[in-house]
């Protein structure tokens, strides 16, 4: 089978959307998409639920994660990272997860803190369920 290379500017749609025609410039694509997912319980740390560009996790303690990739980010290390965190049937109490700030920006792992968020200070917690997605530039 032989491998080749596709170039185009904008992706549209061929009709099966109704209504108005749907395109998006590719450069939206490459620099907009997430290329790191996952989706993990804090409590195990074992338990990865979902995940892409993800090749391991290190429990660095309660509520604290190192995620490595499979494929790194660029050497600038400017990407963007977002995450969030709850317990599987609680909604009424506020959770946060985030990069940890003690933490380097590293091309090969992105470190995750879990907490509770009460009043102005957070305990660090370990969580049911814990996203993380990063968006950038991969090497």
Same mark, same amino acid.
């Given at each position: 089978m032989? !491998?080749?290379?596709?170039? &185009?500017?904008? *992706?549209?749609?061929s009709?099966? #959307?109704s209504?108005?025609a749907r395109?998006?410039?590719?450069e939206? #694509?490459?620099?907009?998409?997430a290329?790191f997912l $996952?989706?993990y319980?804090s =409590?195990?740390t074992?338990a990865t639920?979902s995940s892409? !560009? &993800?090749?391991?996790l %290190?429990d !660095?303690? %309660?509520?604290?994660? %190192?995620h490595? /990739?499979t494929n790194?980010f ?6 963007v =990272?977002?995450?969030?965190a709850? /317990?599987?049937?609680?909604f009424t109490?506020t959770f946060t997860?985030?990069?940890a $700030?003690?933490?380097k920006v590293?091309?090969?792992s =992105?470190?995750i803190?879990?907490?509770? $968020?009460?009043?102005s200070?957070?305990? =660090?917690?370990? *969580?049911?369920?814990v996203?993380?997605?990063c968006?950038?530039? *991969?090497?």
């Amino acid at each position: 089978m032989a !491998n080749g290379t596709i170039a &185009f500017d904008t *992706l549209q749609t061929s009709g099966q #959307i109704s209504g108005t025609a749907r395109s998006v410039d590719t450069e939206h #694509i490459v620099k907009g998409s997430a290329k790191f997912l $996952v989706t993990y319980t804090s =409590v195990t740390t074992t338990a990865t639920f979902s995940s892409f !560009n &993800f090749s391991s996790l %290190t429990d !660095n303690g %309660t509520g604290q994660a %190192t995620h490595s /990739f499979t494929n790194n980010f660029s050497a600038d290390k400017e990407y963007v =990272v977002a995450a969030s965190a709850c /317990f599987s049937s609680e909604f009424t109490t506020t959770f946060t997860a985030a990069p940890a $700030v003690d933490s380097k920006v590293l091309t090969d792992s =992105v470190k995750i803190v879990s907490k509770f $968020v009460q009043a102005s200070s957070g305990t =660090v917690t370990d *969580l049911t369920y814990v996203s993380a997605a990063c968006i950038g530039d *991969l090497a």
